[in-house]
């Protein structure tokens, strides 16, 4: 090419490439990993989306909301490149917990799922099922027994359910109580991961001798008086809580009794209804 021969509007149109490449690699660099441990309560509304993506990379998501919103915000936070989830967790099959979980499966390439397992006749969560076994994607039973460790050290700590809960009614036919609770651990970090447990399950771990204790505690259950008892508190014994919750929701979640609590134990809250979605890093 003769350099001298090419016009202005050539260059215009040269330069324009380089630069939308220049910001699209700055782009897929601002969503590497970089060595830290990354932590965000996606801001779904009334229901439950985690995202976790570790010092090396690898991409957790526990729950995925009552709408398709956790979508948008998961490939906010991941490299545009990167289309594999290396494990799912559905804490319960409630619909504030589930929606976008089929699309996830029909989008990305899902290593594993991690499920309670339990019997349960909501249709997303039979199409979750469905999208499952229609990919073939490796199912991880919840165990206390035994801890998962993502090999660059983070580590999930299993506390709930008991495996014998899997492919069964949950006890007296209440779905939170056969919830997955988990306690990820980094350095000397911990976040306790609660699903939405109530105060009986929270009984149940403390009784199991199960070490509870957080750095960050993801509230149970979106801040409702039926969780995050005062024994169960005092046993994590978070630095800051993290409460996911949607603006002007019928419930009133969360809980001013649950507020107080906090505010008696000069813990720290941050709720997503008040701030929108929340990202943390180590």
Sequence with gaps: MDLAKVSSRTWLWIYGILLAVVIALALEWRHLPGGKLHFSVLDVGQGDSLFLQTPSGRQIVMDAGPDLSALSQLGERMPKLDRTIDLLVL?????????????ILRRYKVEAVMLAGMQYPGDRYVEMLEEIRKHNVRVIIPDPQKDI??????????????????????????????GIVLRVLFSNEALLLTGDIERETESAILRSGANVRATVLKVAHHGSKTSTSTGFLLAADPKVALISAGKNNKFRHPSEEILERFRHFSIPVRITKNEGAIDLEW
């Design 149 to 178: 460790d993502l090999g660059d050290g983070v580590v999930l700590d299993v506390l709930w359910p008991k495996p014998e809960f899997f492919g069964k009614n949950p006890p007296n036919d209440e779905v939170h109580q056969a």
């Design 91 to 103: 804490s319960h099959p409630h619909l504030d917990h589930l929606a976008a979980f089929p699309e």
